[in-house]
């Protein structure tokens, strides 16, 4: 999540407030210290188009993986239909996929529309670059927001995984992923050294520059 203070607040329903103060709510609070219910109610009711529907979408979610406990005595479903958005990273030869290797590493960032393409996010993950097959975040690696470069620790960007409190070590290789916005730029850090800047994030066809 990209943090803007200054940007101003929607106007929240009633019913929205009650879903701010959902268990949802609680745990997204967990991986996001620091950011106000609100905050994070405006960000994410805006990317899946309303706060109810993004509710939804956390809340199957983490009773999928087990993060929230399911009332239902039947299995929950996955959360995703054939193309998900967690658990598969599509193929290097795949259309739409844009490769940007990390110079003096082995490592690279790979780009693709991803689910929700229309809404102008890309998804985001690693690959390596001996192999130009996807894998998940290295060890010390970061992704950063550059919108607030001076404050490292509060641009930090967080894969989906991470949002959901999926453990890491139990995903499958190759399947971490992020979600940014088309055309925002970001920054890729190894412990505190920034070994990649401005990275611009394509909008759709478009291949990102430094």
Known sequence: ?????????????????????????DKLMIVH???????????YGAQHGSLAA???????????????????PQPVSPPWGPTPSIGRQPYANEGGVVLLPLETTNYGLRFWPGDIGQHKICSLGFYDRRT????????????????FPEEHGSNILKSL????????????????????HQGMRISVYVDNERIASGI???????????
């Open 1 to 25: 999540m990209n943090r803007d203070d200054s940007m101003p607040l929607p106007n929240f329903s009633r019913e929205d407030r009650l879903l701010m103060m959902q268990p949802w709510m």
């Open 33 to 43: 210290p620091g950011e106000s219910r609100e905050r994070l109610a405006a960000f």
């Open 54 to 72: 993004a509710a939804a979408a956390f809340t199957h979610v983490y009773k999928y993986f087990g993060t929230l406990k399911s009332d239902d």
């Open 132 to 147: 130009n097959e996807p894998i998940n975040t290295p060890a010390r690696y970061t992704i950063c927001a550059d919108d």
């Open 161 to 180: 995984e991470e949002c959901y409190q999926v453990d890491l070590t139990r995903i499958r290789p190759g399947s971490q992923t992020y979600l940014v």
């Open 200 to 210: 611009e994030v394509p909008k759709y066809s478009q291949r990102p520059h430094q």
